[in-house]
């Protein structure tokens, strides 16, 4: 296995681009903590709901927790470059982003620095679909994944990893979401605690494309149909994501 290396830390600022309840907990976090913390979001995700209870979209939550935020249409923007500012004891980490991002942005604007947070195997489940996937296919291996970003989509080196297993309590997709955003939340935390107040250096892990598998997103008036012939328990597993 091919490793390089790659150092974190020492950081005060903490810099989330994306969106997603996980975003939103780890940025209150980061506030309470004493860290600069800056969200840069699209405005798709800005308008999400992110409560379970409540329909409290992403953008009005920040703002009532008085998180500095910024919506863009485009991570290309003069606005976004802004945005990001100086890195050099920045920690940034991207959730879902909106964007694919380019080289010259990632070189320029993000000066190489930018991860991002994949909560499945890699390089073996890329792609979207997420949990709905976790149950169709039986899988209850779980894995909280901070890689770096290239211009391709979840190919970059993996600089740190966690794995967990999914209790027999995770039923259906809401359920994994639930396990998943403690796992992750947890290891981010202990991340970003870990490069606080010195330099730590990472051995990371090039992805081997010949392992590579892509799962795309979901489509339920064209997936959601049973197959008949699948045996009892796929139908079972199938019923549990509708």
Same mark, same amino acid.
């Given at each position: 296995m091919v490793m390089t290396k790659y150092s974190l830390g020492p950081i005060d600022r903490v810099l989330l681009i994306g969106g997603g309840r996980l975003l939103f907990r780890l940025a209150?976090?980061?506030?309470e903590s004493g860290f600069q913390i800056r969200v840069i979001t699209a405005p798709r995700h800005a308008k999400e709901a992110i409560g379970e209870t409540d329909s409290a979209s992403l953008l009005n939550a920040l703002e009532n927790a008085d $998180?500095? @935020?910024?919506?863009?249409d485009s991570i290309d923007s003069e606005e976004a470059r802004k945005a990001v500012g100086d890195l050099k004891s920045t920690f940034a980490l991207s959730f879902g982003a909106a964007w694919i991002f380019k080289r010259n @942005?990632?070189?320029?604007?993000?000066?190489g620095k930018l991860l991002n947070l994949h909560g499945t195997r890699l390089p073996q489940n /890329? %792609? %979207?679909g997420g949990f =709905?996937?976790?149950v169709i296919m039986g899988n209850r291996f779980g894995f909280c994944v901070a890689h770096k970003v290239d211009e391709g989509?979840? =190919? %970059?080196? $993996?600089?740190s990893y966690k794995e967990f297993i999914y209790p027999p309590s995770c039923r259906i997709p809401a359920d994994f979401y639930r396990h998943y955003q403690e796992q992750n939340y947890n290891f981010i935390v202990s991340l970003l605690e870990s490069v606080r107040v010195q330099s730590r250096d990472f051995a990371c892990m090039l992805q081997p494309e010949y392992l590579s598998t892509y799962w795309p997103r979901l489509h339920t008036p @064209?997936? %959601?149909w049973i197959d008949w012939s699948w045996s009892a328990s796929e139908i079972e597993r199938?019923? /549990?994501?509708?």
């Open positions: 209150v976090w980061a506030k $998180i500095d @935020t910024v919506v863009v @942005t990632l070189d320029n604007v993000f000066q /890329r %792609g %979207g =709905t996937w976790q989509v979840d =190919t %970059g080196d $993996i600089v @064209t997936h %959601g199938f019923l /549990r994501i509708r």
